[in-house]
């Protein structure tokens, strides 16, 4: 959460909103039409917005494109340099590993055969030797977009934390029969 309050000031977010915002007494800012990518190239950005999107797909809930995990992504690694020869080795990487396998470029693909380029990077039983660059691009996206999405309004609420509810009263422990609970005082109501 301390690292996504730092990008809670970055005022050309569209979508992404850091979820421990506090209200504010002043007007809320004007968000911009479109973002800006602060790192990625656009043909690159569109690649990070839907890998973001495969590792949090939406369903019946928002997924990644909802919260913009994208644009959180892309200002994370525009603000660390230690991220930034990474990600630009494992997409060169990633680039050129879709274009041998299907001659096209990844988001001209079918999305079978996006999660046939995936699967070797983000399952360690299906690793193939000589992936490890794409290997840590992937981990690194993944990594990227899980901070992205708990940190946003929208995957704070998914995770649906009791903190976010009112309650009328403190309610009473809802593990009374747990032994590690014991100790604990009876509740008084």
């Not at 928002?62 to 340099?81: I, L, N, S, T």
């Not at 060169?92 to 046939?116: D, G, K, N, Y």
Request: aromatic fraction near 12%; include cysteine; charge should be negative.
């Amino acid at each position: 959460m301390g690292v996504a309050a730092v990008a809670a000031h970055f005022p050309g977010f569209v979508r992404w909103a850091y979820a421990a915002e506090h209200p504010s007494a002043e007007p809320a800012p004007i968000r911009p039409a479109a973002y800006t990518p602060q790192f990625f190239a656009s043909q690159d950005y569109a690649i990070i917005e839907r890998l973001a999107q495969l590792i949090i797909p939406s369903d019946e809930t928002p997924g990644a494109r909802e919260a913009g995990v994208a644009e959180f992504v892309d200002f994370m690694v525009a603000h660390d340099q230690e991220q930034q020869q990474a990600m630009r080795t494992g997409l060169a990487w990633f680039h050129a590993h879709v274009e041998r396998t299907f001659a096209q470029p990844f988001l001209a693909v079918t999305q079978q055969q996006q999660a046939s380029v995936l699967e070797p990077l983000a399952y360690q039983s299906k690793y193939r030797e000589g992936e490890e660059v794409g290997r840590e691009f992937f981990r690194r996206i993944r990594e990227l977009t899980v901070m992205g999405f708990y940190t946003s309004k929208i995957g704070y609420q998914e995770l649906d934390n009791p903190a976010l509810r009112f309650y009328p009263q403190s309610p009473a422990c809802p593990h009374s029969n747990d032994p590690a609970h014991r100790h604990l005082p009876a509740a008084k109501w």
